[in-house]
């Protein structure tokens, strides 16, 4: 494994197009970076430019402080995991694992194939289905031969491009536990992309914001949800939304927007009241829509609430927890 590192990294498609602006970057050895942000952000081209897929307009891109920005795509020596399977169909899932490993410039002999394939094999619970042909599996059994692929190899850097995407809810979740644990028992240094929050904050040991092409905000994932630098990063976390309200609502007449997270509004007693709009019981929380003041505003609380359409209701917010924005959005610290 190795850090890698982007500086000052410029890409453009049609001399236009501004694909990445200006990105500073440094994935340490054995870490989990996520780099999250809607399509179009620049998420795909970053793992492109670091493959050598896409040749970059301007900067570097250093692997343990190596330049390698002009290096060939194949002596860069990474692994990409892609969206989709990208498997060879009637090879059976031994051969499709052991592929990259038989390339001429590895050597490996018979044996050391066979024992890095049954040790990724058995990480990923595919040991079963090792003489199936690829196109006896399912879309989940598919997406882990192909995250295995990559794993058998020792690369620089596992560059993965939203591969849990495809995926059910269910097996989404299950794999990401699974990937995790992988990493951490390989030192495996990986870059992930994803616009899921979800992944970004069970996977990534830090992640990176992205905003049409530019990285905005980088930290752990604790701290892009608790310190977000803007309104856009505050929205990239959390579930239920946070709540972005002007800020006289609460006689903040000198801060343009506030942030409020539903988790850190409290029901049933308080100066504020509105009405009820709607209630979502999700079984360990229930999500409760207020209108206060023509302003919708989103409340969660542990466990059911039992509320009706209209039904007046007080509350109050946890002051020390509402983030403060400026009139273009950028977020304003208390000194």
Known sequence: MAKVELKKLFKTYNKKIKALEDINLTIEDGQFFVLLGP???GKTTTLRCIAGLEKIDSGDVLFDDENITHDQPASR?????FQQYSLYPHYTVYENLTFPLRSPMRKLPEEEIKNKVEKIAEM??????????????SGGEMQRVAIGRALVREPNIYLMDEPLSSLDAKLRETLRVELKNIQLNLNATILYVTHDQAEATTLADKIGVLKEGKIVQIGTPEEIYENPNSIYVSQRLGSPKINILPGYLFKLNNITKIGLRPENIELGNGPYEGKVISTE???????VAINFQDNEILASIQGSYKSSINEKINFDI???KVLKFDKGDQRIYER
């Open 39 to 41: 399509s179009g952000a």
């Open 77 to 81: 020596d990474v692994s990409f995991v």
């Open 124 to 137: 990923l619970k595919i040991t079963n289905k090792l003489k199936n042909k690829a196109t006896e599996l």
């Open 281 to 287: 019981n999700l079984g360990s929380e229930t999500v």
């Open 318 to 320: 946890n002051t020390n």
